[in-house]
């Protein structure tokens, strides 16, 4: 039962009658899904994504609320840019958008930017998501000034002088197509260092779109010390595909971090299984088509996710018993929502009403042409899933209606 935007006790007496009754019969019904990691490319990249379009495919894939990435053009480096975004999210009227401030300013890496200006205009945390931050003085001042915030730092891990042109993971697969790789010290060796630091300031700490057997055993030990302040996320590309997959010079399968070995998938997938791994994000990137044809070498890094992780997810880790449906869950929608310190991602009793009905029994084909989002860069177009989204309610709202089961 829904009233005032919140989820009502069972068998309570409403103020008034309900607008509308769902059959939501042989379907899972579970809090709307948050997604810490998203990229809407507005302002400046609207060939790639909009805002409008972009909530679309949140809704349509299962999510309620959304933090944005600040590597736009202007970089979202001040409170005003902030403002921009959630009042053009806020007009569409449909997934709940979270802009995420810019570490430094311009995202250059030599001046914090306005931290708490942001913070005060409604940011819920910061990233330099895109790269990271090398000089390491000027983000461990950045992980000071979160902590006395109360908002987490979410780290995209990538040692910018160990890439050197590398496209895909370093292996002997992708040696033997002649494409440059990128070893996994490239992340792990910043990660390390992101853990001192959260360890020194007593930031929150979240690691996104991590890929490495090395990060699935630092986060073992985080786990074992029991440092509740640094958590990690896992993409769904990540625990499903690896270097192997790529067949051929086919630009959809370029992503940053890359796809590594079964050794580095197996790992994350241990690591999701034992919880070392909290949370399952996205890293939603569209690019326009031109930017996605023709070869790897030349091709932008990135792939989009928001309309197909859930079925993803569903298929690839509850329909195989790695993890139990409430397991993932827990990993979309509460234990993000923890990280931000939120009241969403349940269905608890005077909880706002975020929600979604999901058919998991129905197997169906994902096709690109049908995404709301205006890329198409994914290299699951084709691929049998289950896990179809009928209905996603955002404060009590029907904000996405499966039309194809009517």
Same mark, same amino acid.
């Given at each position: 039962f829904i009233e005032d935007?919140?989820?009502?006790?069972?068998?309570?007496?409403?103020?008034?009658?309900?607008?509308?009754?769902?059959? *939501? *019969?042989?379907?899972?019904?579970? +809090?709307?899904?948050?997604?810490?990691?998203?990229?809407?490319?507005? +302002?400046?990249?609207?060939?790639?994504e909009t805002i409008a379009s972009g909530v679309r495919a949140a809704a349509k894939g299962g999510y309620t609320t959304i933090l944005a990435m600040p590597n736009t053009k202007p970089v979202v480096d001040n409170a005003d840019v902030v403002s921009y975004v959630h009042k053009k999210a806020e007009s569409e009227g449909l997934t709940r958008v979270l802009q995420v401030g810019a570490v430094t300013k311009g995202q250059q890496g030599e001046e914090l930017a306005d931290i708490k200006g942001m913070v005060q205009a409604g940011s819920p945390a910061i990233s330099e998501d895109g790269k990271s931050v090398m000089r390491t003085d000027l983000y461990r001042e950045a992980m000071k000034i979160a902590a006395e915030c109360k908002i987490p730092v979410l780290a995209h891990c990538e040692d910018i002088h160990l890439v050197q042109g590398g496209v895909v993971n370093a292996d002997e697969i992708t040696k033997k197509q002649g494409l440059a790789g990128i070893t996994n010290s490239v992340e792990d060796v910043i990660i390390a260092r992101d853990i001192i630091l959260a360890k020194e300031t007593g930031a929150r700490l979240h690691l996104c779109h991590c890929s490495t057997e090395g990060v699935a055993k630092m986060m073992e030990i985080v786990k074992e010390e029991g440092l509740d302040n640094i958590t990690a996320e896992v993409c769904p590309h990540h625990f499903i595909l690896t270097s192997d997959d790529i067949k051929c010079d086919d630009p959809n399968y370029k992503m940053n971090p890359p796809l590594r070995t079964k050794k580095d998938v197996d790992a994350l997938i241990r690591g999701l299984k034992d919880g070392s791994f909290k949370v399952i994000s996205t890293d939603h990137a569209p690019h326009a088509v031109p930017e996605k044809t023709g070869s790897i070498r030349n091709a932008a890094f990135g792939i989009v996710g928001i309309e197909t992780s859930f079925a993803l997810s569903y298929t690839a880790l509850v329909e195989t018993g790695i993890l139990t449906i409430s397991q993932l869950i827990e990993k979309m929608s509460w234990?993000? *929502?923890?990280?931000?310190?939120?009241?969403?991602?349940?269905?608890?009793?005077?909880? +706002?009403?975020?929600?979604?009905?999901?058919?998991?029994?129905?197997e169906y084909k994902i096709d690109k042409n049908e995404f709301a989002s205006k890329g198409r860069n994914t290299p699951f177009d084709g691929w049998k899933v289950k896990g179809k989204v009928l209905y996603t309610i955002c404060d009590g709202k029907i904000i996405f209606e499966n039309q194809e089961e009517k």
């Open positions: 935007g919140k989820i009502a006790k069972r068998g309570k007496k409403l103020k008034c009658k309900a607008e509308r009754v769902i059959d *939501a *019969a042989g379907s899972y019904v579970m +809090p709307g899904f948050i997604d810490l990691h998203v990229h809407l490319r507005d +302002p400046g990249y609207e060939e790639k234990n993000p *929502a923890q990280i931000l310190g939120s009241d969403r991602g349940t269905l608890q009793k005077g909880h +706002p009403a975020d929600i979604v009905i999901a058919d998991i029994d129905h």
